[in-house]
Antibody, heavy 115, light 107 residues
Framework: EVQLLESGGGLVQSGGSLRLSCAAS????????MIWVRQAPGMGLEWVSA????????YYADSVKGRFTISRDNSKNTLYLQMNSLRAEDTATYYC????????WGQGTLVTVSS | DIQMTQSPSTLSASVGDRVTITCRAS??????LAWYQQKPGKAPKLLIY???SLESGVPSRFSGSESGTEFTLTISSLQPDDFATYYC?????????FGQGTKVEIK
């Protein structure tokens, strides 16, 4: 069974940094592209970033480019999102997801940026 | 980037009603479309993937279809547990985009 477990969320001041992790299990992690999606309170879903299975190709939404860095450690079956220069508008629940013919999601971790 | 236009934004319906939600892609996404149900405080729950494949464990009253770049989620007979917000999502590439969401409310 595919399992994705996010961690690392919390309260941080504007301008601060946070690193999210997503621990994966139940599948061959290195074989799959992985995605970060976020959802601000009361709002819709927003794609944030993606990384190929090997970690050599990355993509970012314009809203986070230059501030967020996606990475993965295939030896640890873990996906990361390093978030720097955080802004109030980055406040959201962050989900990691696996891209395949179907899509699997974690339960999310809440990031709150105080101004 | 591919844009997903979802309609309606709100839908009022009664238990037992047949409900249809539509999503239109701005270009071909070759069936790489998923539908989700989301309830407050919960993660999105996958209902349909590859436009028309029912996720394991999802009731058969949910179905998906496609015609070109137009995709439809149908709930054949709305149940009390189905009042929620629904999203479409394309995953034709690593750059996903989502529809704006449809809130299904009790009439």
């Amino acid at each position: 069974e595919v399992q994705l477990l996010e961690s690392g969320g919390g309260l941080v001041q504007s301008g601060g940094s946070l690193r999210l992790s997503c621990a994966a299990s139940g599948f061959i992690f290195r074989s799959y592209a992985m995605i970060w999606v976020r959802q601000a309170p009361g709002m819709g879903l927003e794609w944030v970033s993606a990384i190929s299975g090997g970690g050599d190709i990355t993509y970012y939404a314009d809203s986070v480019k230059g501030r967020f860095t996606i990475s993965r450690d295939n030896s640890k079956n873990t996906l990361y999102l390093q978030m720097n220069s955080l802004r109030a508008e980055d406040t959201a629940t962050y989900y990691c997801a696996r891209q395949d013919e179907s899509v699997s999601w974690g339960q999310g971790t809440l990031v709150t940026v105080s101004s | 980037d591919i844009q997903m236009t979802q309609s309606p934004s709100t839908l009022s319906a009664s238990v037992g009603d047949r409900v249809t939600i539509t999503c239109r892609a701005s270009q071909s996404i070759r069936s790489w479309l998923a539908w989700y149900q989301q309830k407050p405080g919960k993660a999105p729950k996958l209902l349909i993937y590859k436009a028309s494949s029912l996720e394991s464990g999802v009731p058969s009253r949910f179905s998906g279809s496609e015609s070109g770049t137009e995709f439809t989620l149908t709930i054949s007979s709305l149940q009390p547990d189905d009042f929620a917000t629904y999203y479409c999502q394309h995953y034709n590439s690593y750059r996903w985009t989502f529809g704006q969401g449809t809130k299904v409310e009790i009439k």
